[in-house]
């Protein structure tokens, strides 16, 4: 792996430091979906607002909006404003607009205070990636950004669990758990140490161009990523259901089976990157990815379905931890909160853009047409990653 840069030390934090890191990692999933088993709740008791079935829905899809904004801002705010210091200040933002809602009688004011939890999830998430990338030494940083990818998915299964319970005294004691962000910045602020003095170096010509501008060719591959991690569940319940597998537990139990691969995967990513480049990494995950979707499409009995989403999980284990690695590596480690930042906007806005492209194709030939051409986007971003393989310079050929 390429040496460290001397502008900014990357430390030696403790296992208390990375776990308090690592616990910022639900936070996310749960401000994306924990709303959603009280939203039927929500609905009736504002059905006097005109639209509020519209309105009750824009509190998740203008979260993922503002999510965008959140990741640019952040990005650029952290290198005037100092990561830890910022983190601190999104942390606490984060839980007083998610939990006040609790006490809020007006659905536009709710809509609101979740555009402002949305910036700052999305700015908290990019810091979380950049105190990793920068205060933990190269040797363990893979390691624990597989480790933060599986505290995400799996803490996020454990909270869902808590909302479930927790709605059945009202729909807005679920607010209240965003309050859980508080005790985490607590943790964080108690084992992180603060950053060892540096001297600030400018980006060397072969990084110069990432860091100092717009990394629009890490951006543009993190929308890529975006499309074909975060749509795959939109189309499966309907093909599912189109060849006569559509019942609810079975849907959720190919869920389970895909998402346990994926946890698997992540938590040995550190082990894979020791042993592969980048560039491999990419190749094989993006590769194994495709070949789970053509499988889960051409299968009609549910031993092939659940190898299919066991396939597919694996390849996208690695997808998200191997591209914030390679994002780190490509600029020294001052920018790489920028570089985060702008990679992170990509990956919220993937979705937001490929939808209507895959809802076209559902539309004309149906579910399984659409997660074919996810297929057929995993295998062009394969073929990016090996054609344009400059834009992960040094990621690919040094790191």
Do not use: K
Request: proline residues 6%.
């Amino acid at each position: 792996m390429a040496s460290e840069r001397p502008g900014v030390s990357a430390g030696n934090l403790s296992l208390a430091a990375c776990i308090a890191l690592c616990g910022m990692a639900p936070l996310s999933g749960l401000a994306l979906s924990g709303i959603a088993p009280v939203m039927p709740a929500i609905s009736d008791e504002f059905a006097h607002y005109p639209n509020s079935g519209m309105l009750v829905r824009l509190m998740m899809s203008a979260l993922s909006a503002a999510m965008v904004f959140g990741a640019l801002a952040t990005g650029l705010l952290a290198e005037r404003i100092g990561q830890l210091r910022l983190l601190m200040v999104l942390l606490a933002l984060y839980a007083v607009s998610g939990a006040g809602i609790f006490l809020l009688d007006n659905l536009y004011a709710m809509v609101g205070f979740r555009i402002v939890q949305g910036i700052a999830n999305a700015g908290a998430g990019v810091l979380a990636m950049a105190l990793i990338t920068t205060r933990i030494p190269a040797d363990r940083r893979d390691r624990w950004l597989g480790f933060f990818s599986v505290t995400g998915a799996v803490g996020v299964m454990l909270l869902m669990l808590v909302v479930g319970a927790v709605a059945n005294l009202g729909w807005r004691y679920v607010f209240l758990m965003f309050l859980l962000a508080l005790p985490v910045a607590v943790a964080v602020l108690l084992t992180l140490p603060p950053p060892e003095p540096g001297r600030a170096e400018p980006a060397s010509p072969e990084t110069g161009g990432a860091g100092a501008g717009i990394p629009w060719g890490l951006t543009i591959f993190g929308l890529i990523c975006g499309s074909i991690v975060t749509t795959i569940s939109m189309y499966l319940p309907y093909h599912v259901a189109d060849i006569g597998h559509g019942a609810p537990e079975t849907v959720a139990m190919l869920m389970v089976v895909g998402a346990g691969m994926s946890a698997l995967t992540a938590f040995s990513f550190g082990w894979i990157r020791a042993r592969l480049s980048a560039l491999q990494t990419f190749v094989i995950g993006f590769a194994v990815t495709a070949a789970g979707l053509v499988l889960l499409v051409a299968a009609r009995e549910m031993p092939l379905l659940y190898a299919g989403m066991a396939i597919n999980g694996a390849g996208l284990g690695v997808i998200m931890p191997n591209l914030f690695s390679a994002a780190a590596a490509a600029v020294p480690a001052e920018q790489r909160a920028r570089m985060l930042g702008f990679v992170r906007a990509g990956i919220y806005a993937g979705p937001l853009v490929a939808q209507p492209l895959f809802e076209w194709v559902m539309l004309n030939w149906g579910a399984g047409a659409s997660i074919l051409a996810i297929a057929a986007i995993s295998l062009f971003a394969l073929a990016i990653s090996v054609l344009s393989r400059g834009i992960f310079a040094p990621a690919v050929e040094a790191y």
